[in-house]
């Protein structure tokens, strides 16, 4: 019997093909993680690339409209 096992072991050893398909099962997860991280690295690009403009478009804004204000109490004043 020890034989037998002794065989059997040097026979996994020193077999130089090896003949196994996987399949497509560990391939499909692999390719929707990939596609989920690339997107959410798009939306973190595009956040961290708008976030500034769409500030610097409020402020420019607030300060267009505080100019605005400033002047419609200027002609009340005057009147």
């Known amino acids: 019997m020890k ?3 002794f065989f059997i072991f040097l026979n996994f050893i020193y077999s ?3 003949e196994a398909y996987i399949g497509l099962g560990p391939l499909i997860p692999i ?4 596609i989920v991280f690339l997107w959410g690295l798009i939306v973190v690009l595009f ?3 708008s976030y500034p403009l769409i500030k610097l478009y409020k402020f ?3 300060r267009q409209e ?4 400033l002047e419609n ?3 009340f004043k005057n009147k």
């Open 47 to 49: 956040g961290l690339f």
């Open 31 to 34: 390719i929707g993680s990939s």
């Open 66 to 69: 505080s100019k605005l204000d």
């Open 60 to 62: 420019i804004k607030n």
């Open 3 to 5: 034989k037998i096992l």
């Open 73 to 75: 109490k200027d002609e």
């Open 16 to 18: 130089n093909t090896v």
